[in-house]
């Protein structure tokens, strides 16, 4: 089991950018497939961005590809989110996971395949 703890989060004008952090203890969190999913009001937790164990691999939900950088350091046990140009409807809350796949293929990207999760961090983005 992975234990994360999520941090970063704030309020930004729309147009600047956030970088999140997700800081995870646990011995297998080098071998794992991490990932941020996102929450709006009244709406359901959505993918945002996955990240195989190595760190090579990357895989982006379409409407964020070019503006959100998913990174991880596994020295450090740490995810990172970054988010420039940010919009209105960027507004959630934001949660890292952690999937005890290795591969980004084999994870998945629904909200179910992800077994730990973060408490998450607010995001506001004010037009």
């Known amino acids: 089991q992975v234990q994360l703890v999520e941090s970063g989060g704030g309020l930004v004008q729309a147009g600047g950018s956030l970088r999140l952090s997700c800081a995870a203890s646990?011995?297998?969190?080098?071998?794992?497939?991490m990932a941020w999913f996102r929450q709006a009001p009244g709406k359901e937790r959505e993918f945002v961005a996955v990240i195989s164990w190595t760190g090579i691999n990357t895989d982006y939900a379409d409407s964020l590809k070019g503006r959100f950088t998913i990174s991880r350091d596994n020295a450090k046990n740490t995810v990172y989110l970054q988010m420039n140009s940010l919009k209105s409807e960027d507004t959630a809350v934001y949660y890292c996971?952690?999937?005890?796949?290795?591969?980004?293929?084999?994870?998945?990207?629904?909200?179910?395949?992800?077994?730990?999760w973060g408490q998450g961090t607010q995001v506001t983005v004010s037009s």
């Open positions: 996971a952690a999937s005890n796949r290795r591969t980004i293929a084999s994870a998945g990207q629904r909200a179910a395949d992800f077994g730990s």
């Open positions: 646990g011995r297998t969190f080098s071998t794992n497939v």
